[in-house]
């Protein structure tokens, strides 16, 4: 049969969060080694065994981890950095727990909704995201003496043993190219592709003991070649291949592609000599014909035509449409996911509650496999040997189409009416701080916190009881009123100037305003890996976004009813909630992003008629939000300013707009940051010692900013001198006229313990500092 049905990597989490649980319990002393490894086992064998069951041909093997892919892989050549390497040998997991998350007494994952993990006795190594996901991996360290061994046999072992439950497997490994472009040295200007000569033996060995075992063929995915690249990080593409290819006989690479275009590395892509290619063609569809035009004959093409990364069930007689005249014209082909199904939920068969008619327009992992084994079957053996998939395919893409609960014609009609002056404060800054000003009478250095105070195990458990009806709404309610009047007191009592309520009642920045808008829908096992144990269930936005109600006001009213201080209120911004979500794939998402941004403007405008003497809009996920590719970054910050600004710009001049950023490498997109036109931005600086601040001072940027001197990621309390000398630091940099000084991020991962002493040394910082002025 000329077209095979591939995948390229499911998830590994299993279909409950069965990893997580395995994962964490070892962690926590609960169960050994040999229980965890057990459990990994019957995960990786049921993986197997449903792709199987779906009629996947090519089924890939090593896509399970206990982490991260990329930790596998520093493992697997031997990256360990020395501070681990005491810890136990290179395959112990030990040691690669350590490097994943640090070693430490306390048990359990804590760490801010972006992914920062408190430190132990010895350090975590860095997490970042991967690509534009929001998968974070462990972020490799070389050095420029770093030598490397083949370390670990994971991959052996695992096609071995699915070999012996009777599946031949195609092995997935990072590639060469795309680690070293991911890794980082802590010596500055040290190119940690340099090593790459030193690692292609590593992986040479690798392949040919894969090569003995039985394989055939190895995925190698290198992502990297959808990103911008330069001649020389081409060139190592094929210098790495080229080696392999001299090396290897007869092991056949399927090197895949994805997230994007290949664009101007197509011809690079192209003249590797490997046996196979994927490309990603829901990310870029239009990339096919260049393909198609420049493929040698011989080079087998693994077209990703299924969305790896949303779960909206694909149009499956479209795809074909434009899949038959390829596999006619091509003698041999692989349909697959777009890249590995790693981001999508296990299994829509376990959503219970969700509506089932917006269900039916839904696909997730398991799903997605039988829509590849239905779209390869119909290649081959034509639309009739399938019609009642496709049927049935056919009217749920129908049905979404045109169903009411996708489309709301007011939404629709008031977006159409937005015009460039509903995106626009009524006066310039320096008009409106002037105002603000005499609204707010704070003193210069005003202290301030950027929302959330400790999630504490109590709050934790009050909700879900809540969530389990074992505590009623009245119940709740009292709880969480009593939470916030005692964060309300005290910020009062340490002599906080402008406070906030503490977010007790949030489960989530995102989810919580999710539940509160329509459009949205929430799964209950929709769960994604995000990073080691930690997985989320982003929301999934199917229809026209708007607020029924107000969302926040009572809660703002009720704190603000305790303090004759400033109360914020405090909204999650709309391009961090269309980032955090499944996002309808039936119009464009700055399309959705502006109905979003018009249901917060109107939450900032209640607040405003409340009384909210100040509205903070945070965009903690604007910059991740980054395209890939530089080309596509100006189209995308033009949306996303345009979305906050319209968010926000409602408002009188009096009333002052808070934005709080957590990434804060702004330097490249200073000039966008500056056209949100915040009257107040609060970052994520401490750990840079104020540098990340410099973006700022090149803008000469206007508005006011309270640069973080508070690491809310570490459990160390910092002292007021250290708070001090930042803030010296940061008004050496800036007018002190323009300063406020808050903590990096929303405290909600802290312990009372810590946050108490912190933010005193904070207040006695400001007060010092504002006694020199
Ligand atoms: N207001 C939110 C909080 O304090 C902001 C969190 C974030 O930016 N990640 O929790
Ligand atoms: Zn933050």
Aim: glycine content about 6%; aromatic content about 8%.
């Amino acid at each position: 049969m000329p077209v095979t049905a591939a995948n390229l990597g499911f998830p590994r989490i299993g279909p409950r969060r069965e990893l997580k649980i395995a994962v964490e319990a070892y962690w926590a002393g609960r169960i050994d080694k040999a229980a965890l490894l057990d459990t990994a086992r019957g995960l990786r064998a049921a993986t197997w065994e449903r792709q199987k069951a779906a009629g996947i041909q090519v089924i890939p093997s090593n896509d399970f981890s206990f982490y991260d892919q990329v930790l596998d892989t520093s493992v697997m050549v031997g990256a360990i950095p020395s501070l681990y390497r005491p810890l136990g040998t290179a395959d112990s997991l030990d040691v690669y727990f350590a490097m994943a998350r640090g070693t430490r007494t306390d048990a359990g994952d804590e760490s801010c909704s972006h992914g920062h993990r408190r430190q132990g006795d010895v350090p975590a190594q860095e997490m970042t995201k991967w690509f534009d996901t929001n998968y974070h991996y462990m972020v490799p360290e070389v050095s420029p003496n770093q030598s490397f061994q083949l370390s670990s046999h994971k991959a052996i072992d695992q096609f071995v043993e699915a070999k012996a439950l009777g599946h031949h497997t195609r092995p997935v490994i990072l590639g060469p190219v795309t680690y070293l472009l991911l890794a980082k040295s802590k010596v500055e200007g040290f190119d940690p592709l340099s090593l790459l000569p030193g690692l292609l033996p590593v992986y040479v060995d690798l392949l040919t003991r894969l090569q003995n075992a039985g394989a055939d063929w190895v995925q190698i995915d290198e992502p990297a070649l959808v990103l911008d690249l330069d001649d020389a990080q081409r060139a190592a593409f094929a210098i790495a291949y080229g080696v392999f290819a001299d090396r290897l006989t007869g092991l056949k690479l399927m090197l895949a592609t994805y997230f994007g275009s290949l664009g101007d590395n197509l011809a690079t892509a192209l003249a590797l000599p490997v046996a196979g290619l994927h490309v990603d063609l829901v990310r870029a569809p239009e990339q096919i014909d260049a393909v198609l035009a420049g493929a040698r004959a011989n080079l087998l093409l693994s077209l990703g035509v299924i969305d790896g990364r949303n779960i909206w069930k694909a149009d499956l007689n479209a795809l074909l449409d434009r899949l038959e005249p390829i596999a006619s014209a091509r003698r041999k082909l692989l349909i697959a996911p777009s890249c590995s199904l790693l981001h999508a939920p296990v299994d829509l068969d376990l959503e219970t509650r969700l509506d089932p008619r917006m269900k039916g327009w839904l696909a997730f992992a398991t799903q997605k496999l039988d829509e590849l084994a239905t779209l390869t079957r119909a290649l081959n053996e034509g639309r009739d040997s399938v019609r009642d998939a496709l049927n049935r395919n056919a009217a749920a893409v129908a049905d979404r189409a045109g169903s009411p609960l996708t489309r709301n014609p007011e939404v629709r009609d008031r977006l159409a009416g937005v015009d460039a002056t509903m995106a626009k404060r009524r006066s310039a800054f320096v008009e409106r701080i002037k105002a603000q000003q005499a609204h707010l009478a704070l003193p210069p250095l005003p202290t301030t916190t950027i929302g959330s105070f400790p999630q504490t195990p109590e709050v934790r458990k009050a909700r879900s009881a809540h969530d389990r009806g074992d505590l009623d709404d009245a119940g709740y309610e009292a709880f969480l009123r009593d939470e916030t009047a005692r964060t309300v007191r005290w910020q009062e009592e340490i002599g906080i100037d402008v406070l906030v309520h503490g977010e007790f009642e949030r489960n989530d920045m995102v989810q919580y305003f999710g539940e509160k808008l329509s459009g949205f829908a929430f799964s209950r096992a929709g769960w994604v890996q995000s990073y080691g144990s930690r997985c989320v269930r982003p929301p999934i936005i199917y229809g026209d976004v708007s607020r029924p109600a107000a969302m926040t006001v009572e809660w703002w009213r009720y704190a603000q009813s305790l303090t004759a201080r400033p109360m914020k209120g405090m909204l999650t911004g709309p391009v961090t909630i269309l980032n955090w979500s499944f996002v309808r794939d039936d119009q464009p998402r700055e399309e959705t992003c502006r109905q979003i941004a018009l249901a917060i403007r109107d939450e900032v405008l209640d607040l405003e008629a409340a009384g909210a003497r100040i509205v903070q809009i945070d965009e903690a996920a604007l910059r991740e939000g980054l395209p890939l590719r530089r080309a596509d970054w100006q189209h995308y910050l033009d949306w996303a300013v345009e979305c906050f600004r319209l968010t926000a710009a409602g408002v009188a001049d009096a009333t002052q707009i808070h934005t709080h950023m957590c990434y804060s490498e702004f330097n490249e997109i200073i000039d966008s940051i500056g056209a949100m036109d915040a009257d107040v931005i609060s970052i994520e600086t401490s750990r840079s010692k104020m540098e990340l601040l410099d973006a700022f001072v090149g803008y000469a940027y206007p508005n006011e900013i309270g640069p973080g001197v508070y690491d809310i990621h570490s459990p160390r309390i910092p002292s007021t001198q250290e708070m001090e000398t930042l803030l010296i630091k940061a008004s050496a940099r800036l007018s002190p006229a323009q300063l406020w000084v808050n903590p990096d991020c929303g405290l909600k991962t802290r312990r009372w313990e810590d946050v108490r002493p912190a933010l005193i040394n904070m207040v006695d910082a400001a007060r010092a500092v504002r006694a020199t002025l």
